[in-house]
């Protein structure tokens, strides 16, 4: 009970405790930063040890004595006796830190090794200790004479994940990627950066750009790129087409088990681009002529007479736009004669002609129609539809 009275005071009001600890009734717990760590993460460790406050003048220190240590251990190697500081005069909370430095691993994939596994020192922040990807991380307090305090938590790889900011881009936009992984704050005192390809439809071959970590020990990384419809890919600039599916990747090779330290993953995600101009004032599509075989405008048309149905379409803007043109035929009772399509890409600035050939068996109405849109997978119209209607003699 008397312990229990110290504790509130040592969190509300400076308290003096006892010079010598409470064998019968041992209080120190001790606190870990995270519930999981990763290989090569920075440790904080806290014990509240009231009792080992000798002095409400001084700055104690605890654990680097043979008589009393404190062990800082993974399965691999240890630390011991490890020195931890008292916060404040008078506090009774004593911290200290430990960078895990890993096992010999190439992270990234590039062949060559980015740890450097080594276990040194003896606090309160100067500890280095090795770990492989599933061990854990043991304290061990010697409280008193055969009185000993231990607290773990787990070490482990993980999954990374990777996504764009936003699921479309326009393409006068900055495009960013975001990539957690937390195996790759290799460096907790350091900014990190990952390798990230880019690539797009029209560029498969794309571009690598380095995501770079937001803050020392954060685990989440950051590329930007720009997006050319003129200009070929280079640096951060990636080429497209309107239209694109812009695609971002990344080796995973630090994995939790099931997989082998040998194996790896890739870890990929997409968005897709599009203008900030409405998709229906992409492409002029122009009024429908009728033609003879030489280019003369028909004015009347006959049975079992060849015409050529003409449609021009334009693109006014400075960015480059594919399109699918498709002609339909309708009869007067609305049954189809006739449906075919073309498909390309318009450049800035530029217009097409396009032309299909047709002939009519019968004498009747028909109406003719042309469309033009962005794909026959997924159509979305890109300018107006033309229609005309025919009386065929």
Do not use: C
Not at 38 to 59: C, E, F, M, Q, R
Not at 146 to 173: A, C, H, R, Y
Not at 179 to 197: C, G, S, W
Not at 365 to 389: C, K, R
Request: overall charge negative.
């Amino acid at each position: 009970m008397y312990l229990l009275f110290l504790f509130y005071p040592l969190i509300f009001f400076p308290a003096f405790g006892e010079p010598i600890p409470d064998y019968n009734d041992p209080y120190a717990p001790i606190f870990f930063d995270k519930t999981t760590y990763t290989w090569t993460d920075k440790i904080k460790i806290t014990i509240i040890a009231p009792s080992w406050n000798t002095g409400k003048y001084l700055i104690d220190s605890i654990g680097n004595t043979e008589d009393h240590p404190i062990k800082i251990s993974t399965r691999e190697a240890s630390l011991e006796p490890y020195r931890f500081t008292e916060t404040d005069v008078n506090s009774g909370i004593f911290t200290a830190e430990v960078i895990l430095t890993g096992f010999l691993h190439d992270a990234d994939g590039d062949g060559d090794i980015d740890t450097t596994p080594r276990t040194l020192g003896n606090g309160p922040t100067n500890g280095f200790l090795e770990v492989n990807r599933d061990s854990a991380i043991t304290i061990s307090f010697e409280f008193a004479d055969g009185v000993v305090l231990t607290e773990s938590v787990p070490v482990s790889w993980n999954i990374g994940t990777i996504q764009f900011s936003k699921e479309t881009f326009f393409s006068d936009e900055s495009v960013t990627i975001r990539v957690i992984d937390l195996d790759m704050n290799l460096n907790p005192e350091a900014l990190d950066h990952i390798p990230i390809q880019f690539f797009s439809d029209s560029d498969i071959a794309g571009i690598e750009v380095n995501a770079i970590e937001t803050s020392e020990s954060s685990g989440l990384f950051v590329a930007t790129i720009s997006l050319s419809q003129t200009l070929p890919s280079s640096g951060n600039r990636l080429y497209l087409l309107l239209g694109d599916e812009i695609f971002a990747k990344y080796d995973d090779h630090t994995l939790p088990k099931p997989f082998s330290t040998l194996d790896n993953l890739e870890i990929e995600t997409s968005a897709r681009t599009d203008s900030s101009i409405p998709p229906i004032k992409r492409l002029d599509n122009s009024k429908i002529i009728l033609s003879d075989s030489l280019g003369n405008q028909l004015q009347s048309f006959s049975s079992n007479n060849q015409m050529q149905i003409v449609g021009t379409i334009t693109n006014d803007h400075n960015f480059t736009q594919k399109f699918v043109y498709l002609f339909q035929v309708k009869n007067i009772t609305n049954s189809v004669e006739l449906i075919s399509w073309i498909q390309g890409e318009l450049s800035p600035k530029q217009n097409l002609d396009v032309s299909q050939s047709w002939t009519p068996k019968k004498s009747g109405t028909y109406q003719i129609e042309t469309f033009v849109w962005n794909s026959l997978n997924d159509p979305v119209a890109l300018g107006p539809v033309m229609s005309t209607l025919i009386v065929v003699e």
